[in-house]
């Protein structure tokens, strides 16, 4: 089946610990990116990355992190410098050949104790 | 800066009637528009899209309608059912610009009671 996976679903991390959330799809899409959901805010993009070993800034980057070394996977690392990061984590992607419809993974949940 | 907006948080209809869930944005640069649907702690799932070039694309139950004019598109459900209780997104994205990605609203809560 073709799709996005996220891992982990649920994740606890105490005060001052980064922690790297993974995106994994097999839809052999081009670009993928990095939602956050928060109660009344919407889905706020974070980084977004339209081809390997490139990627930008979306609208609060501010204490996150990616990489993307392969065009399968694009891990976020939340660092110690994101002042409140307990939020739900979307990642997605799509093919920047068709529409810009995005399809996006199941999520994580990010707690910080 | 909002460019993407839903100004109604939430919307709460009896089963059968019809749900009209609102968008407007501010980019006369975005040319392509989807509505998106999403359950709790689940990723959203697209549900209908529209071209600048239609004012109208209908899917079923599902219709979406675009006034470019006034900057304005709306999804009507009809007819509305509790499966339908959801939050909805808004998103617009400019195909043809350099704007290569979604902008999305902040979504409206639809609850559809029987």
């Known amino acids: 089946d073709g799709g996005i996976t996220q891992s982990p679903k649920y994740l606890f991390r105490k005060e001052g610990q980064n922690v790297t959330l993974s995106c994994e799809q097999n839809l052999n899409h081009d670009a993928m990116y990095w939602y956050r959901q928060d109660p009344g805010q919407g889905l706020r993009l974070i980084y977004y990355?339209?081809?390997?070993?490139?990627?930008q800034k979306g609208d609060i980057a501010e204490g996150y992190s990616v990489s993307r070394e392969k065009k399968e996977s694009f891990p976020l690392t939340v660092t110690s410098a994101q002042k409140n990061p307990t939020a739900f984590y979307l990642c997605?992607?799509?093919?920047?050949?068709?529409?810009?419809?995005?399809?996006f993974g199941e999520g994580s949940r990010l707690t910080v104790l | 800066d909002q460019q993407v907006k839903q100004n109604s948080p939430s919307l709460s209809v009896q089963e059968g009637r019809i749900s009209i869930l609102n968008c407007d944005y501010t980019?006369?640069?975005?040319?392509?528009f989807l509505w998106y649907k999403k359950y709790p702690a689940e990723g959203p799932t697209f549900l209908i899209s529209?071209?600048?070039?239609?004012d109208k694309n209908e899917d079923g139950r599902f219709t979406v309608f675009l006034n470019k004019s006034a900057k304005h598109l709306s999804l009507h459900i009809v007819p509305s059912q509790p499966g339908d209780s959801a939050v909805y997104f808004c998103a617009a994205i400019g195909r043809g610009s350099t704007l290569g990605r979604l902008y999305f609203g902040r979504g409206t809560q639809l609850t559809v009671w029987p």
């Open positions: 997605a992607s799509s093919s920047l050949r068709d529409s810009g419809e995005l399809f």
């Open positions: 529209i071209s600048s070039i239609k």
């Open positions: 990355s339209q081809i390997v070993n490139d990627f």
């Open positions: 980019n006369s640069m975005f040319d392509y």
